[in-house]
């Protein structure tokens, strides 16, 4: 059996289905402003070794984010070549920051009126950037352990307080075959 909810529990849960039943979400502006969000295409060369020998692929990236880690070259990508698309469903491993402030703030949603607790830098609303996804790449499995250690120790000072972060997701390669 669970625990009977107090009635200021059961007034709070009201009150913010009350608030996500009245929202209506503002309506977009024809012609207004837009946040661009640049990508550029990159050569990722492919580490699975369920891939061809030298198999590459060309995959888009955030331009901000590649700058934020320091260029194509830090990360083991190249320029643009004939390469072909990556197949549907992979993802390439990826280093990953987030730009926090020194202290969090807790702030409330402007529509329900939750309180959460921020760690990004800057301001809400403030259309500053403080997560970033970059792809990176090498020859060898310990090739990249050594170039993510390297961009980690690179960046490590720039994420912000002790909320700020750098983290490493693996590279994903489907393979797959049909039943028939």
Known sequence: M??????????????YAKAREAYQAPIREDGAAT????????????LS??????????IQASKKSI????????????AVATDPEAPRGFKPAR?????????PAVVRAKD???????????????????NFTAPITADTPAN????????????????GGAYG????????YPYAASGE
């Open 95 to 103: 280093i990953l920051a987030m730009v926090s402030d020194s202290s």
């Open 2 to 15: 669970g625990r009977r909810k107090s009635a200021k529990q059961l007034e709070e849960q009201l009150k």
């Open 165 to 172: 972060r750098i983290w490493f997701e693996p590279e994903d």
């Open 49 to 58: 070794p369920l891939a061809a020998a030298d198999a590459a692929f060309t």
């Open 144 to 159: 990249l352990k050594t170039k993510v250690e390297a961009v980690i120790a690179a960046k490590k000072g720039s994420v």
């Open 67 to 78: 700058d934020f880690f320091g260029g194509i070259t830090p990360l083991g990508l190249a």
């Open 112 to 130: 329900s009126g939750r309180a959460y607790t921020r760690y990004g830098s800057g301001s809400r609303g403030g259309g500053t950037q403080y």
């Open 35 to 46: 946040r661009r969000q640049p990508k550029i295409g990159v050569k990722y060369a492919v």
